[in-house]
């Protein structure tokens, strides 16, 4: 059965840290991207970041010098460090690994920041 399982989300405060992590199972992670998207309500799902099968990153303007993706193929996870948080970062993110003519979703967490 595939999953990807996230955790780590909750409440920071502005200016401050969050570390989130995604477990997949029940396929050949390291042959896929692993990346990182977040929803807020009423609005599409957009890319924070994404890591290819061969460490390539790609991040969005708007989380550029905050985030940092990495992944752990022999653990088969995918991590989002977030630091600098900031208010408009409060969405639910969401795991994601992606072959081409396949990916998979995690059903994602809640990230708060207020203060």
């Known amino acids: 059965q595939v999953q990807l399982v996230e955790s780590g989300g909750g409440l920071a405060q502005p200016g401050g840290s969050l570390k989130l992590s995604c477990g997949a199972s029940?396929?050949?992670?390291?042959?896929?991207?692993a990346g990182w998207y977040r929803q807020g309500p009423g609005e599409q799902r957009e890319l924070v970041a994404t890591?290819?099968?061969?460490?390539?990153?790609n991040y969005a303007d708007s989380v550029k010098g905050r985030f940092t993706i990495t992944r752990d193929n022999a653990k088969s996870m995918v991590f989002l460090q977030m630091n600098s948080l900031k208010t408009e970062d409060t969405v639910v993110y969401y795991c994601?690994?992606?072959?081409?003519?396949?990916?998979?979703w995690g059903q994602g967490i809640q990230v708060t920041v207020a203060s």
């Open positions: 994601n690994a992606n072959a081409l003519t396949r990916q998979y």
């Open positions: 029940g396929f050949a992670f390291r042959l896929y991207a």
């Open positions: 890591q290819h099968q061969g460490g390539a990153t």
